[in-house]
């Protein structure tokens, strides 16, 4: 079964995974998400706990719910997800990141840019 | 939970008492159970859980108010289990009999009962339609019983310790179903276990018995708000402890691994003393049953 962690309400940590999926365009943009009862069973969360967490992606902009149809994922969505997470690492993660690679004396010359191994 | 939803609570309980001879079982207790909710009833052994249930099926005499779908349970019982299903603790299915004799069973039995549904529900599992009940594993026999009652165009099920005994995967798939089959935003399922971090985030409600009294009735969505875990470092374990939590406890290995939980917000000068956590069902459960005897303030 998928563990949660104690930080973060269920409902949050399971947007943070559904943006996780958008952001590698699972589902691309225009498309359905999963239904409510679907993201339910497959987590194994209470149906109003799945309401919530994709009324917060829906607040973000990210998702917007067709009438009957259930929620789609926005134009633009994935971009602005990039976007905040580049914001979010250059903010956030690089500043950690150079410390480290500093304190372990490690410069560019040193890190492959090209394939990952 | 929720009393404006009063109107359309599918249980309805006010001071209710079950006892045996001179011992109350189930100790003046008063909750109702919405409709579409997944309702917890969590308790240790001998707390009253199954006796509350079996109050509401019908199958205990009863002190105080209870209404189950509008009904009396005990009076209006062949009413009442047309429209309410029932796995017992005890619950087993005949071991002679083939999956679809039940079928067939149920069908002469039940007015609601769905033949067709039941099929489509075993479908989603491994069990067939000619297999005995004793060729069954245990995780099999548990998902054949689910789709029978579940089979049944009832609004409300009543699961006494359903998953108990079964290994992890049979559990997920007996919950998979549950929700995927059951729970339509107007039914309801009241579900007593052991397994509580396992049901946690299934859970709408929670009812918690300690000793046949109710020490907690809420809405999970409620219960975040209510309740305030910190997680805080050794070095402040005095002072959280000066604010009289609820419970200490560790969360880890380390001089970090403490937390501790409080009924409402602490006075900021001691939240700002550790982090703000989630807090788990578990640990609460554990701070409201646990007999004073047991009460270890130190760790």
Partial sequence: MHTWD???????????????????????????????????????????????????LGDNGLLESRRGLGMFVTTGAREKLRAAERERFLKQEWPRLQERLRRLGIGPEHLNWENPQ | MNVTAATEALVQAVNLSVSYGAKRAVDEVSFTIPKGRVVGLLGHNGAGKTTLMKAMVGLAKTQGQLSVLGLDPVRDRVALLQSACYIPDVA??????????????????????????????LKRTSVGLNDKVKTLSKGMVAQAHLALIAAIDARLMILDEPTLGLDVLSRKSFYEMLIDEWCDGERSVLI???????????????????????????????????????????????????????????????????????????????????????????????ALTRKPELNRTQF
């Fill in chain 1, 6 to 56: 104690q930080k973060q309400p269920i409902y949050q940590q399971l947007a943070d995974i559904l943006l996780g999926r958008l952001i590698d365009g699972d589902p691309p943009e225009g498309e359905a998400m999963p239904s409510v009862r679907a993201l339910a069973s497959r987590y194994l969360i209470n149906p109003l706990t799945v309401h919530r967490a994709l009324q917060a």
């Fill in chain 2, 92 to 121: 087993i299915l005949p071991r002679w009999a083939r999956v679809g004799e039940l079928i067939t069973l149920m069908s002469g039995l039940h007015p609601k009962f769905s033949a067709e549904r039941a099929r489509a529900l």
């Fill in chain 2, 192 to 286: 007593s276990t052991h397994q509580i971090e396992e049901i946690e985030t299934l859970l709408s409600d929670v009812l918690m018995l300690n000793e046949g009294k109710l020490v907690l009735s809420l809405s999970l969505e409620d219960m975040d708000r209510r309740f305030v875990a910190l997680s805080h470092d050794a070095a402040v374990a005095d002072q959280m402890a000066a604010a009289h939590p609820l419970l200490r406890y560790r969360t880890g290995p380390g001089p970090g691994g403490n937390a501790a939980i409080f009924d409402g917000e602490p006075p900021a000068d001691v939240q700002a003393l550790g982090q703000r956590m989630r807090p788990s069902l578990v640990d609460l459960f554990v």
